[in-house]
Every structure is written in structure tokens, then in C-alpha cells.
């Protein structure tokens, strides 16, 4: 009979030495309680997990010595953070938070180039910067950086590790977290461990999935959702050199790595740890949702996923515990929610919130959003969602079927809908976006472009349709206004703040030609920004003022501190509506005609109020008449 607890302390009085030598009296006091207290749940899940292919003599001191040198090697600022966010472990629930993300490159040239501009960081109150992949990469198509050929290495174009840590450094002097990716679902097929794999090195080749014909693959796929159907059909590829088949979800040279060898485990637990020794304080779980296979599943959101995860948790809580996970799940909102726990992911992104922003912007109508964010926007304690509009990604109408045939809507078909409003097939659409991965056997596609022209920005720049203009503008500052105020870390897209346009420049380039996405992750426009500074009025100018309002406002208010959001109905279907802590309540106009409201429809919040200002506006609001919303209007409603 295998006895957990007896086998459990057996391993930990057997590795306890192995942390002796390792490391001086002072770091052992702080290492050894830590390493004591997560053991026995890290062994359970490894056990879970792994179970006999696990060998519990070698993988244990494989794991134990790495978090030994890890903690050994971290750096005296970041121990200092650790000790902070142990006293403080909700740092990420204060309501200044504000997330931001671009590319290096592209934002300004260099990691030097973001150094320079931390001050325009700061102006617009950021506190989480998340830098788009910058490791080295292949050089023709790199994924946009998610094809990683060294973790250890920053692309020469954009800086070195040295450069990375010291910016990191400076970012934290000023409040503002660096959030890296960890890209670990695949490597590049440059990586390190793919060329010795292809030269024939077995224990290489058991890092990633390798077949000898198209057997297995076959009877895998019959179950795989195509992620890149266009681009990159089918999860395998054929690597002559190896006369292989390798497993490629995403493009032919990303290869997937195999999470059931506890060596690569290892392997890429060193990596994690190298990286959050280098100042990373928030990592992004790429393509998390696919780390485990199984034959005759989809090989999405697997159990073991999430045990993987949260035993990496537990490796950061003994050797860095100032790391931070946020999931990067874009799956049904069931499996999204199944990440997030302060054990696995306490912060992820909340895809569901994102796409029925654009599905009611669409539809004029926010009964589907509502009732989906009824249901599912509340997360366990200590957790938080990191809201967006836009990121670097597609978009995906990843709603739940379940929740839209509650109110009579049919998901296949409403996706038709909304894939034809957003690529401006479906007559008097304003929105302008470009198709992305059609897959025609399913007929699914997603969706590419800046948030400012599937907005409206662009049609009524072109058409230079004042009102169109003007709806495009307030459109833009609603759904930023949505986001912002819905509590969790609001995240920015670098180039959103100023309304930048699509980018169809990216069908010149032979590398980026064949993936859309390039539309919208366009050259930050420096000379946009300093005349949005310095002409509030025009539309661009305009989006930043009232977004720049929007941001202090609530930096300031404790409204959006923690706590919670509660979406009600406002009784009108135009109408979004929900509570920040029954202090603020935040109505939005989803139409393009004003609506009115009455007080009554508030009175789950706070009764009839005596009075009530929109702290937008500053005004002061009629409490005996009703409520009255602009066109694309929204107020955010204080009570006495
Ligand atoms: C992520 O996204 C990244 O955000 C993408 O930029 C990468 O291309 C990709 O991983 C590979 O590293 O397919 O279209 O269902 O949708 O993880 C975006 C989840 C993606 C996937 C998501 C993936």
C-alpha cells in the first residue's frame, strides 16, 4: 500500500540536506520554512499528475536543487518583493491599476526606447506593463515572438537581459510591474532543444511530440479544434530531417512540448525561474489551455493542465514568491474560470467579457452580455480579471451557446452575424476588421482590427461623416469606459488610447502577409500622440482626454477598489449596468439614439436616492426625472 503522508515526509527528511549545502544560514531562514510548508501539496500533485512515470528519487532532487540555485541567485531587490507581496499578497486588487501592452519594436525601437518613456507610462497612470514577446526568435516569421528560440536570450534588435533587468528595475522604482509571457506550451523549431533534437538526441526528441507516421496523428486530430486553419492547417508537422511528425498546434515551426515527460518539467521550470529572477513580476500562461494531450479528447483544458500549474505555483511561492500567474485561456467561459484560483492563476484574462463588449456594440443590445456577466463575472476571493477590449490577438466569439439560447439566440448563427458586422460584409456596418483563419469546413472565423476602426473610427474618418465620427468616438470611449470601471486590472493596448486606425501596411511584408493580425499592431504614432496632447477636439484628441479622464477618475475613486461587480438589469435592453460596491453605478448606452432610465431601475443598488452626480461629468443629476443617456453616452452615477 502506497502511503501518501509517510512517502511525502520520507522525500522531503531525504532533500532537506540537498538545501543544507546549498545554501548559506541566512538563506536557508528564509528558504527552508517555505520549501517545508508548499512541499506536501507539490508532491501531491506531482504524484497526480506524474504518478509512476514519475521517479521520485531523481525528478524530486532534479526540482529540488533548481529551486535551490533559483532562490540562491535571486536578487536581494526582488527577495525584498517577495517579503513585501507576502505581507501584501492582493497587491493587484488596489483600483490604480492600470495595465498596458505593446511590442517593443514597435512601441519605440528598443527596450531602451520603453526606458525613455516611462514618464508617458506613468502619465497615463500605468501599473502593469505587459512587453510583448522580445526573446530570440526565428527571423523570418517569429509568431509575432511566440516562436521562442532561447528564453534566456532578448532579441539583439531589441536589447540584452542586462538592458531587460535594468528596465524592469526602473519600472518597479516607479510603481509599474513587468509582465513578461511565458511562452511554454511550445519552442521555437530553433530552440536549443529542437536542434538537438534533430540532430538525434533522444533525450531532446521526448521533449516534444514526435511520431513516425501519420498513425497517431491521425487518430489525435479526428479530435483537435484547428486553431490556425488557414495559415497553418492540421496540429502535425512532417520534419523531413527526422522523417518525424511533429505536434505543431499553432504554426509548423512552434512545436508543442510534452508536459508527460517530468524532464521537461524540469527543464522548463528552469526557464520560469530564470526569468522571474530577472524582475518579471506578472507572467502570462500562453496557449495554456493546450499543455496536455490525450488521446480521444481535444487536448484542451485537460486535468492535468491545471495540476501542471498549480505545481508550478508552488515552485514560484517557495523561490519566488512575488511571481504572479495570469492565464491566457480564449476557451468556453466554463474552462476559462476552471484556471483561475490564488492556487493557479489568481489573475487571468476575461475573453467572454471582451468579445460580448463587441457583440453588443454590434447588436445595440446587451441582454447577452448582461445576463452572461450576471452568472459569471464574480471569481473566488483574491482573484481578479484583467478586462480588455483589444489585445494583440483576434478576436473569438467565445460566448456560451448556453447562455445565448437562453434568450433565444442561436450561437452558430449570431457568430455569422457578427463575424459579417466586423469584417463590414453586413450592410451599414461601421465597423472595419478583416477576416482571420476561416475555416470553411466549419465556417468559423475570427476577427482582426484595432479597436478604434471596429469602433467606427475608420468608416467615418473615410466618409469624413461628422456623426459617424462623433458615434465612432463615444463607442470608443464607452467600451474603454466599460472595461475600466468594471473593477480587476484594466489592460490597454498600446496605440488604443490615441484611436490608431488599422495598419494594412503588414500585406507588403512576406512574413506577416499571411496573418491578418498584423492589421492592428501598428508603429506607435508619436506624432498622433503629441497632437491628441495638443488638440483635445479632434477625434483622436478627444478619445485620449476622456480616457485619460476616465483612468484618473478611477485611480481616485475607492469605488473600484477590489470588491466586487454586480451587472443588473436596467430594464432596458440598450442599456448595460452594473455596481461597483454599491457606491458607483455605471450605465451605458449600447444605441445610437438616447435613452432614459428611470430611478426605479437603480433601486437594487441604493433605494431612491435624495441625490446623485455622474462623477464624469461632474453635473449633478435630477433625481425626480429620469435618467437621460446619449447616444453611445454612459455616466458613472454617485448616490447620497
Ligand atoms: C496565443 O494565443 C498568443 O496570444 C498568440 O499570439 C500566439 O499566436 C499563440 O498563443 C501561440 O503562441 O491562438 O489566436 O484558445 O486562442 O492561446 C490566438 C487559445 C491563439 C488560443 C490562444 C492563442
Known amino acids: 500500500m502506497f502511503d501518501l503522508e509517510h512517502e511525502q515526509s520520507l522525500s522531503l527528511v531525504r532533500l532537506l540536506p540537498r538545501l543544507e549545502a546549498g545554501l548559506d544560514a541566512r538563506d536557508q531562514a528564509a528558504f527552508v520554512p517555505r520549501f517545508t510548508q508548499h512541499f506536501p501539496a507539490l508532491f501531491r500533485l506531482l504524484l497526480e499528475v506524474y504518478g509512476q512515470n ?29 517579503d513585501q507581496r507576502l505581507v501584501n499578497p492582493h497587491w493587484y486588487q488596489r483600483g490604480a491599476m492600470l495595465g498596458y501592452v505593446l511590442y517593443v519594436d514597435l512601441f519605440n ?71 513578461l509571457d511565458f511562452v511554454f506550451n511550445h519552442t521555437s523549431d530553433e530552440h536549443d532543444w529542437a536542434l538537438k533534437a534533430l540532430e538525434g538526441d533522444k533525450r531532446h526528441q521526448k521533449f516534444y511530440f514526435m511520431f513516425p ?20 492547417p492540421g496540429a502535425f508537422t512532417h520534419v523531413p530531417k527526422l522523417d518525424k511528425w511533429v505536434w505543431t498546434t499553432f504554426n509548423t515551426f512552434q512545436w508543442d512540448l510534452n508536459y508527460a515527460n517530468p524532464d521537461l518539467f524540469c527543464a522548463m521550470l528552469g526557464e520560469m525561474l530564470f526569468l522571474a529572477n530577472q524582475g518579471v513580476e506578472v507572467m502570462r500562461l500562453d496557449a495554456v489551455a493546450f499543455i496536455w494531450k490525450q488521446m480521444g479528447t481535444s487536448c484542451e483544458n485537460l486535468p492535468q493542465v491545471h495540476g501542471i500549474i498549480q505545481a508550478y505555483n508552488l515552485c514560484a511561492k517557495i523561490a519566488a514568491p512575488a511571481l504572479l500567474f495570469k492565464s491566457e ?57 484583467v478586462n480588455y477590449i483589444r489585445c494583440h490577438d483576434d478576436i473569438g466569439w467565445s460566448f456560451a451557446d448556453e447562455d445565448a439560447r437562453m434568450l433565444g439566440i442561436q450561437g452558430f448563427s449570431h457568430r455569422q452575424f457578427l463575424n459579417e458586422f466586423y469584417t463590414s460584409a453586413f450592410a451599414g456596418s461601421y465597423a472595419r476588421g478583416l477576416r482571420f483563419n476561416y475555416n470553411p469546413i466549419n465556417q468559423d472565423m475570427r476577427i482582426c482590427g484595432s479597436a478604434a476602426s471596429l469602433g467606427g473610427l475608420e ?133 445610437d439614439h438616447p435613452q432614459t432610465l428611470g430611478w426605479l431601475a437603480l433601486r437594487g443598488v441604493w433605494g431612491m436616492p435624495n441625490s446623485a452626480s455622474d462623477i464624469i461629468s461632474g453635473e449633478i443629476l435630477d433625481t425626480v426625472s429620469p435618467i437621460h443617456l446619449l447616444p453611445w453616452g454612459m455616466l458613472w452615477v454617485r448616490a447620497d
Request: with cysteine.
Open 213 to 232: 507516421d501519420r498513425t497517431l496523428p491521425d487518430q489525435y486530430q479526428t479530435n483537435l479544434r484547428e486553431i490556425f486553419p488557414q495559415q497553418a
Open 54 to 82: 514519475y521517479d521520485f528519487f531523481y525528478h524530486l532532487e532534479q526540482m529540488t536543487d533548481l529551486l535551490v540555485s533559483a532562490f540562491k541567485s535571486r536578487p536581494q531587490t526582488l527577495r525584498q518583493l517577495d
Open 329 to 385: 485561456a480564449i476557451v468556453h467561459p466554463d474552462d476559462v474560470v476552471k484556471y483561475i484560483s490564488e492556487g493557479e492563476s489568481p489573475i487571468s484574462y476575461n475573453p467572454t467579457y471582451m468579445a460580448l463588449l463587441w457583440e453588443a456594440a454590434a447588436t445595440r443590445d446587451v441582454s447577452l452580455l448582461r445576463y452572461a456577466m450576471e452568472r459569471r463575472f464574480v471569481l473566488p476571493q483574491g482573484c481578479t480579471w
Open 459 to 591: 468608416s467615418g474618418l473615410m466618409a469624413a461623416n461628422a456623426e459617424w465620427i462623433e458615434a465612432a468616438v463615444n463607442r470608443i470611449v464607452l467600451l474603454h469606459g466599460v472595461m475600466l470601471a468594471a473593477g480587476g486590472i484594466p489592460l490597454l493596448y498600446s496605440g488604443d488610447e490615441i484611436a490608431m486606425l488599422n495598419d494594412y501596411s503588414f500585406s507588403d511584408d512576406p512574413h506577416k502577409a499571411g496573418d491578418e493580425r498584423w492589421v492592428h499592431r501598428a508603429k506607435f504614432d508619436w506624432s498622433r500622440l503629441e497632437e491628441a496632447q495638443r488638440r483635445p477636439t479632434t477625434p483622436h484628441g478627444q478619445v485620449f482626454s476622456r480616457l485619460l479622464r476616465l483612468i484618473q477618475l478611477r485611480a481616485q475613486d475607492s469605488a473600484f477598489d477590489g470588491g466586487e461587480t454586480r451587472f443588473f438589469d436596467s430594464g432596458n435592453q440598450n442599456v448595460l449596468s452594473f455596481a461597483r460596491r454599491n457606491e458607483v453605478v455605471i450605465l451605458a448606452n449600447f444605441s
Open 109 to 179: 525601437g528598443t527596450l531602451d526606447g520603453v526606458r525613455e518613456k516611462i514618464p508617458y507610462l506613468k502619465q497615463l497612470g500605468v501599473t502593469y506593463l505587459h512587453l510583448m514577446p522580445l526573446f530570440k526568435a526565428p527571423e523570418s516569421n517569429s509568431d509575432g515572438g511566440y516562436a521562442i528560440s532561447d528564453f534566456r536570450t532578448v532579441n539583439p534588435a531589441l536589447g540584452t537581459m542586462a538592458g531587460l533587468r535594468v528596465l524592469a528595475d526602473d519600472l518597479r522604482a516607479e510603481g509599474i510591474s513587468l509582465v
